[in-house]
């Protein structure tokens, strides 16, 4: 064996290892860039970009620019303003701290940077290619700082063979330049590729109109304002309706102390909550703000800082779930399906929100006001402070005549699902039923508007509803089968069978061995009266080696969602109007009749404008 001398790297070798480290692609230089022009107190940031950065990048800030005297240290690795020992590294309250960003990027690129200190009479130019400073000069510049890096990795042309195209390499930019934004409305931000501008927010301050400037009116004509939290969490921000969920977690959006971050146990905690509104390989809308005290987080977990770990993480997701679950429950969330553009969302009136000092003001309807009266919400006329957050600074509500703010979401406050219109016992009298259409879908008339009804969904939601009453309470009633229905089960399924045994009883099968691979199933759910009871068993059987536990909630519900959906009335089979109003009637009594448990509506709702515009009878 050969030994080999150990000896220490030089400086170039070292900054580029460094660089690999921070610098992965034009993205992770723009993100560095634009944290420090945030930091720097810049209330207006341009981001330009050619050939999706890889030839070039400029970014320019109007904030407090950089001193004359410190810009050569600015380029030192390890040189921060924004700590001064690792004790600081618990109460970071900046985007940038670790003082590798501006080493590693004048390692593998070339520099120009121009900066000018309101304290400085003149600004100056620096250029550094490859880590090695080439000028350093005065110049004239407006106060603030611009960056331009060019040629990227010309240097390490290993690490360039592995960037993606320059489209791919240029959305992913773009789509950094919009979360930033997000988390920054009071600041205007611009974003320019190849000379084309595809970004720019207007910095006043308001999430909603930043939304609106980068997403468009479809997104934020259905998204809800949330506000809520305890003593370990600050949650606000926006959660989207049912019509917008997608097929991907792409718009799922969080930021910890103003830092955008992903971490997959959020991401679940918010789609729990979204349990009844979210329909299979589909996932939610929302811009959440996860505020902490200070030492609750810590952000030096990731060398890129998009993760940070948290204490009481438990705590923080249940609290999460139980938020999202709340609010959406707050208001009906009834959506027309559009169909070629000219029938649109008939949701109830739209929420119009101020914000202002990071809170909501919200404009409720008289029937919204009813709700916050039923849970003794107090209706406000002037301005009032509420109770200092608890590990944070306290603020003001600003409100207006007749304007609420949405509800602390609490234990003590019963949530009921808002039947305000269509389904109350009130309004049963002035139903219209008008009939069947298809064996699969119920019309009625109510008001001046057209309710359809999915009675396969219904059905579904309705069975759904009373099978988890029953395992909550544990009072599932069985049925005895006369005789027993003797089911062959090969290995895998005698293995979740034995796995899961006392879950089949709580649910209400009862099995026994009938010799080899036979059992006797004996007993069958009492709502399950209707279906084919051995093909039940042997779908649900099928799914068993996906459980965990009984006492996993979110898997408790999806194999009752299972068992709901197989007893339950299908598409294409005719109903009386008997039927069909006992099946309203049960409707009345959820807290959630909008949705069947896999998230598909159970009904849509067209309005006479909507038909009118259909039939050009109006334009």
Known sequence: MVEHEIKLLDEETIGKISAGEVIEQPASIVKELI?????????????????????????????????????????LRHSTSKIQNADD???????????????????????????KSINDPLGTTVYIEGGQE?????????????????????NTPVRKKFLLTSTSEGNQIQNLV?????????????????????????GNGSLKDTVYKILGNEIVKNILPIKAGNENVKISGYIGKSVI????????????????????????AVEEGYEGFLMQHQYPFFILFLDFPDGAVDVNFH??????????????????????????????????????????????????????????????????????????????????????????????????DDTVLIPELRDDIPVKYEQRSFLTDESRPFFNIIGQVFDTYWIIEYKGKMFIIDQ?????????????????????????????????????????????????EALGFKLSPFGGNDFAL???????????????????????????????????????????????????????????????????????????????PTMISFDRNDLDKMFKRIV
């Not at 969920?245 to 146990?265: L, P």
Request: net charge negative.
């Open 245 to 268: 969920n997608r097929g991907n977690r792409k718009y799922e959006t969080f930021f910890v102390n103003k830092r955008y971050i992903h971490d997959k146990a959020l991401s679940k």
């Open 89 to 115: 590294l618990y109460y970071v309250h900046t985007l940038g701290f670790r003082g590798e960003a501006l080493a590693s990027i004048a390692a593998v690129s070339k520099v120009r940077l121009l900066t």
């Open 456 to 504: 396969h969904a219904a059905h579904e939601k309705v069975n759904y509803e009373r099978l988890v009453k029953k395992v909550h309470n544990q009072s599932v009633v069985s049925q005895i089968l006369s005789p027993p229905i003797i089911i062959s089960l090969n290995e895998e399924e005698q293995t979740n069978l034995n796995q899961h045994f006392e879950d089949f």
């Open 303 to 400: 060398p890129k800082k998009e993760e940070v770990r948290f204490e009481r993480k438990n705590d923080i997701c249940d609290e999460l779930v139980k938020s999202v679950h709340d609010r959406l429950t707050l208001r009906e969330d009834i959506d027309v399906v559009p169909i070629n553009d000219i029938v649109k969302a008939n949701t109830t009136k739209d929420i119009d929100i101020l914000e202002e000092n990071n809170d909501y003001v919200v404009d409720f309807s008289e029937s919204e006001k009813s709700y916050v009266a039923e849970t003794n919400v107090s209706v406000y006329n002037s301005s009032v402070k509420k109770p200092a957050f608890q590990g944070f600074e306290p603020f003001e509500d600003k409100k207006t």
């Open 35 to 75: 944290e420090n022009s945030i930091d720097s107190g810049a209330s207006s940031i341009s981001v330009e970009i050619k050939e999706g950065g890889i030839s070039y990048i400029r970014v320019t800030d109007d904030g407090c620019g950089i001193s004359r005297k410190q810009i050569r240290n600015a380029f």
């Open 134 to 154: 080439i000028e350093f000069e005065d110049c004239g510049t407006p106060d603030g700082t611009t960056f331009i890096i060019t040629d990227i990795f010309y």
């Open 178 to 202: 919009e979360h930033i934004a997000f988390s920054h409305p009071d600041i205007s931000f611009r974003f320019i590729s190849n000379g084309s501008e595809k970004i720019l927010t207007p």
């Open 522 to 600: 004996s007993e069958v759910p009492y709502e399950m009266e209707s279906v084919d009871k051995k093909q039940l068993f042997l779908d649900i059987i099928e799914e068993a080696g996906k459980w965990k536990k009984l006492s996993d909630t979110r898997l408790v519900r999806d194999r009752l969602a299972t068992m709901a959906c197989k007893a339950s009335i299908k598409g294409n089979q005719s109903v009386s109007r008997g039927e069909i109003e006992e099946l309203i009637s049960e409707l009345l009594t959820l807290d959630n009749p909008y949705h069947c448990p896999h998230g598909r």
